[in-house]
């Protein structure tokens, strides 16, 4: 079974930086859009940056001019640079891929399983 494998959260202070980065745990098929996504404590989860296979992004207000997603597609890998954060960004950041497993295998959504983000005052 497929999975995604995130890294790069932790704790840090008002504006800082932290990068993210996830991957599929093993080889797949084909990957079509990915990206980023976070919920905070008592909050639904909410978009923060997506990227198409054509390299097409979209960040949410909140975000844009501070966060960064990027993709390496050599390695099925994205990033989500974060700069400027502030203790608003605090969440459990997920990763998000729409990707066929193998040839055999029918578009699907995946989730990794969240990094925890934390930003100080």
């Known amino acids: 079974q497929v999975q995604l494998v995130e890294s790069g959260g932790g704790l840090v202070q008002a504006g800082g930086s932290l990068r993210l980065s996830c991957a599929p745990s093993?080889?797949?098929?084909?990957?079509?859009?990915m990206g980023w996504y976070r919920q905070a404590p008592g909050k639904q989860r909410e978009l923060v940056a997506v990227?198409?296979?054509?390299?097409?992004?979209h960040y949410p207000d909140s975000v844009k001019g501070r966060f960064t997603i990027a993709r390496d597609n050599a390695k099925n890998t994205v990033y989500l640079q974060m700069n400027s954060l502030k203790p608003e960004d605090t969440a459990v950041y997920y990763c998000?891929?729409?990707?066929?497993?193998?040839?055999?295998?029918?578009?699907?959504?995946?989730w990794g399983q969240g990094t925890q983000v934390t930003v100080s005052s």
């Open positions: 998000n891929a729409r990707l066929r497993a193998s040839y055999y295998h029918i578009w699907e959504d995946y």
């Open positions: 093993e080889t797949v098929f084909s990957i079509d859009g």
């Open positions: 990227s198409n296979s054509g390299g097409t992004t």
